[in-house]
């Protein structure tokens, strides 16, 4: 079972302390982000979700265990007018930070999933 550690994350990612959240349970890390006024880069991450949102009003449940987070980013006006280049932007920007950090290479899957091993690790 995965129990997110606030120091030991703080030392592996460029972050202050008020740049992250870390929540055992949440209902989902984005409504948390989206009823919170972030300036700059924050990031919201959870061992549980109980009511994850996803694209087109999905819901889902993410069980205990895994990590499950939001990373609510200043965007730029062209990402605004060309949305599908942040999403590939972020793509490609995750999988880099796990080759890099976790010495392992995902898969990135046309256009918002990391797959290790045939698993699917990483939906954005």
């Not at 924050?42 to 819901?59: N, P, S």
């Not at 972020?90 to 796990?98: H, L, S, W």
């Amino acid at each position: 079972m995965v129990k997110l550690d606030f120091n030991q994350i703080l030392a592996l990612v460029p972050l202050s302390r008020e740049q992250l959240t870390i929540l055992p349970v949440v209902d989902s890390t984005m409504v948390y982000a989206s009823q919170r006024r972030f300036s700059g880069m924050h990031v919201i991450a959870a061992e549980q979700q109980t009511a994850g949102q996803g694209q087109r009003g999905h819901h889902f449940q993410s069980p205990d265990g895994g990590i499950y987070l939001t990373l609510v980013v200043p965007v730029k006006q062209q990402f605004l007018q060309q949305p599908g280049l942040l999403t590939i932007g972020v793509g490609v920007a995750v999988r880099t930070a796990i080759v890099r950090i976790l010495k392992v290479a995902p898969e990135l899957k046309w256009v918002n999933d990391l797959f290790l091993q045939g698993q699917n690790v990483v939906e954005f």
